[in-house]
């Protein structure tokens, strides 16, 4: 029965979080985006009339105060009408559907080379010698700390423009992906395989692994079969971390490598001020952090069944 409860409350806190994060967008965008009906009749350079602006703010309710809006909005979304675009005339939610396919490819590779880096290299480092940790720590430093614009350009320069072994632009064939994949998952990989060397570090101290070397266990065999399992909590419990770098590299990464996806169309929406669209992806973004979330309790019950003792 506690359990059910500690469902129900996560169910909750998550319905909670998608309110609240389409509340603030709403009010952000529609409190600092300026004049919408100047966005939907082209932009400035469309020179739109003001009879024109004045038909167009009826038209859409932008006339009115904007509780109402946000009443008409919170109503719509009750419905799962997520509105429809001002600049490509279509709904919000078709836009979105065209778009995510390359955006979920990307970011699942990237997330899969970033989990893999991150465990091989700080399996490779734990536990070894000061001078090794320090440079590993310093290396992970460097990388997580360098903008993903900056990493993103320096693979262009070198993989695209110089030896010429991976396309620039595009999303044509699985070479495309390797560069802003790579780009994604550098400055992930660095963060999680900090936290995980760390880890590993305090559970190789513990006596049931002085245990298992005394079986006459290899240091690998050890850190795999031993250290590593009860060390990988903390990094399930990071993927909201991850997914959350996934979804704002997307955008730079999609910009920088001109790839479609999802970060595209909320770089250009924010841009030319469409609203219903910023909206959309906000609480696109906003569900999957949730479901993520939820997902990571499982698994961590999955990974220390101790923890479903405590949910109870």
Same mark, same amino acid.
């Given at each position: 029965? &506690?359990?059910?409860?500690?469902?129900?409350?996560?169910?909750?806190?998550?319905?909670?979080?998608?309110?609240?994060?389409?509340?603030?967008?709403?009010?952000?965008?529609?409190?600092?985006?300026?004049?919408?009906?100047?966005?939907?009749?082209?932009?400035?350079?469309?020179?739109?009339?003001?009879?024109?602006?004045?038909?167009?703010?009826?038209?859409?309710?932008?006339?009115?105060?904007?509780?109402?809006?946000?009443?008409?909005?919170?109503?719509?979304?009750?419905?799962?009408?997520?509105?429809?675009?001002?600049?490509?005339?279509?709904?919000?939610?078709?836009?979105?559907?065209?778009?995510?396919?390359?955006?979920?490819?990307?970011?699942?590779?990237?997330?899969?080379?970033?989990?893999?880096?991150?465990?091989?290299?700080?399996?490779?480092?734990?536990?070894?010698?000061?001078?090794?940790?320090?440079?590993?720590?310093?290396?992970?430093?460097?990388?997580?700390?360098?903008?993903?614009?900056?990493?993103?350009?320096?693979?262009?320069?070198?993989?695209?423009?110089?030896?010429?072994?991976?396309?620039?632009?595009?999303?044509?064939?699985?070479?495309?992906?390797?560069?802003?994949?790579?780009?994604?998952?550098?400055?992930?990989?660095?963060?999680?395989?900090?936290?995980?060397?760390?880890?590993?570090?305090?559970?190789?101290?513990?006596?049931?692994?002085?245990?298992?070397?005394?079986?006459?266990?290899?240091?690998?065999?050890? &850190?795999?079969?031993?250290?590593?399992?009860?060390?990988?909590?903390?990094?399930?419990?990071?993927?909201?971390?991850?997914?959350?770098?996934?979804?704002?590299?997307?955008?730079?990464?999609?910009?920088?490598?001109?790839?479609?996806?999802?970060?595209?169309?909320?770089?250009?929406?924010?841009?030319? &001020?469409?609203?219903?669209?910023?909206?959309?992806?906000?609480?696109?973004?906003?569900?999957?952090?949730?479901?993520?979330?939820?997902?990571?309790?499982?698994?961590?019950?999955?990974?220390?069944?101790?923890?479903?003792?405590?949910?109870?």
């Amino acid at each position: 029965m &506690k359990l059910i409860r500690h469902v129900l409350l996560r169910l909750a806190i998550g319905i909670g979080v998608l309110w609240g994060a389409a509340t603030l967008t709403f009010l952000m965008v529609n409190v600092t985006s300026g004049d919408a009906a100047v966005a939907i009749l082209g932009g400035p350079d469309a020179l739109p009339t003001p009879d024109a602006l004045a038909r167009v703010r009826s038209e859409y309710g932008l006339d009115q105060p904007i509780m109402v809006r946000y009443g008409r909005y919170v109503e719509h979304l009750a419905r799962g009408d997520l509105g429809e675009s001002y600049r490509l005339h279509v709904p919000v939610a078709q836009a979105i559907r065209q778009q995510i396919g390359p955006t979920i490819r990307l970011a699942i590779v990237a997330a899969g080379l970033a989990v893999f880096s991150a465990l091989l290299f700080a399996t490779l480092t734990a536990g070894r010698g000061r001078s090794v940790r320090s440079a590993a720590s310093g290396l992970e430093l460097v990388i997580s700390s360098t903008p993903s614009f900056v990493t993103g350009i320096l693979l262009l320069i070198a993989f695209s423009f110089r030896w010429h072994w991976f396309p620039a632009a595009g999303n044509e064939g699985w070479r495309s992906l390797v560069l802003p994949a790579v780009t994604l998952a550098l400055p992930l990989a660095a963060v999680l395989s900090q936290v995980l060397r760390s880890e590993l570090d305090e559970v190789l101290e513990q006596p049931f692994i002085a245990m298992a070397r005394a079986r006459g266990l290899s240091e690998a065999g050890v &850190k795999i079969f031993h250290a590593l399992r009860h060390a990988l909590i903390p990094l399930v419990t990071l993927s909201s971390f991850v997914l959350a770098g996934l979804l704002g590299g997307a955008v730079i990464a999609e910009s920088l490598f001109s790839r479609q996806g999802i970060g595209r169309l909320m770089l250009d929406a924010t841009t030319n &001020k469409d609203i219903p669209v910023v909206l959309g992806v906000t609480l696109m973004a906003a569900f999957v952090y949730v479901i993520v979330n939820f997902l990571v309790d499982l698994a961590n019950v999955a990974i220390d069944p101790r923890l479903a003792d405590e949910a109870r």
